[in-house]
């Protein structure tokens, strides 16, 4: 198949089959303007999505990518995550070539969003898919007539086998914060990031690309702009805390998300952002 676009229901909410060349394919759902799923040409899931989400826009859909704006977990007033994860975006470009697909999605604010925070703001997502990598892009406009400041990320769930089983590499010589440890401010000095019980961390200023290793299954994974990358996974009693992951899916999943967490941005009145993820199956 050609690369090409199609709407269709996902769960019953409208999203986009991203159709990539060589058979890779992903899907976006205007719900959150949310990647739900990545699939290589060899057929792989390469994103974890639970059995159990839900997708009526109560609560955020758990897995994919979410988009967290303006605000990172509970770093301030707004909920969690800010608010863009349960509203519904716009589809406003969608273009084919050979080698590629591409979509982009928006939002703006409204009353509801001015409700929570004031300012004025534009999103736009963007995801390409080529054969064997998916590129997102986050653009934040600034629309009104005063600065503010935003944290933000791509909340990224990586689909593992075993995460017991996965080795990180790329962190070594950071700083990052373990909100596992009353927010303690930590050097990483292992070569590779081993999982091994509860992880919650926020490395701050990556300057290098991570790698993914799975046994024979490898992720290249690379930001811009986003200054910081946060590494997620509840392990036992707080994933069976999650009324909508099953209790055994900390195993199946890592989340590795481009971020800006701790380094707070600034964006001037008429002024636009830009954060990148990009992820490769090597
Ligand atoms: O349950 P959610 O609101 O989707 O948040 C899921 C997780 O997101 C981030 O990775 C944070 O660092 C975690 O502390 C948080 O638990």
Redesign the pocket.
């Known amino acids: 198949m050609k690369p090409c676009i199609e709407d269709f229901e996902f769960h019953g909410i409208p999203a986009l089959r991203v159709n990539g060349p060589q058979g890779s394919s992903a899907v976006v759902s205007r719900l959150g303007g949310q990647v739900l799923s990545w699939t290589t040409p060899d057929g792989r899931e390469r994103l974890y999505l639970s059995e159990r989400a839900v997708y009526d826009g109560s ?2 859909i ?1 897995g994919g990518i ?1 988009v ?1 704006f303006p605000q ?3 770093r301030g007033d707004l909920p ?2 800010g608010f863009v ?1 349960t509203r519904e975006w716009e589809v406003s470009a969608r273009r084919s070539g050979d080698d590629y697909a591409l979509v982009t999605l928006e939002i703006g604010d409204d009353a509801e969003t001015h409700a929570l925070w004031p300012h004025r703001f534009r999103l736009e997502l963007t995801l390409m898919i080529e054969a064997d990598r998916i590129d997102l892009e986050l653009c934040v406009a600034n629309t009104g007539e005063l600065p503010f400041e935003f944290t933000a ?1 791509l ?1 990224t769930y990586l689909r593992v086998v075993q995460v017991e089983d996965v080795a990180v590499e790329g962190l070594y010589g950071h700083d990052y914060r373990d ?1 596992t440890d009353g927010n303690k401010v930590v050097r990483d000095s292992g070569t590779e990031l081993l999982i091994e019980g509860e992880t ?3 490395y701050r200023h990556v300057r290098r690309p991570q790698m993914l290793r799975a046994g024979n299954l490898s992720l290249g994974i690379q930001q811009q702009g986003f200054p910081d990358t ?3 996974n ?1 392990w036992v009693e ?1 994933c069976a805390a ?1 009324a909508d992951m099953p209790d055994d899916d900390w195993r199946h999943m890592l ?1 590795i ?1 481009a971020a800006a ?1 701790d380094v707070v941005q600034e964006l001037g009145a008429g002024d636009e952002w830009y954060g990148r993820q990009t992820l490769v199956a090597l």
């Open positions: 609560s955020a758990r979410p967290c990172f977990a509970e969690k995550h994860r990320a909340h909100a919650d961390r926020v946060v590494v997620w509840p707080k999650l989340c998300e967490a």
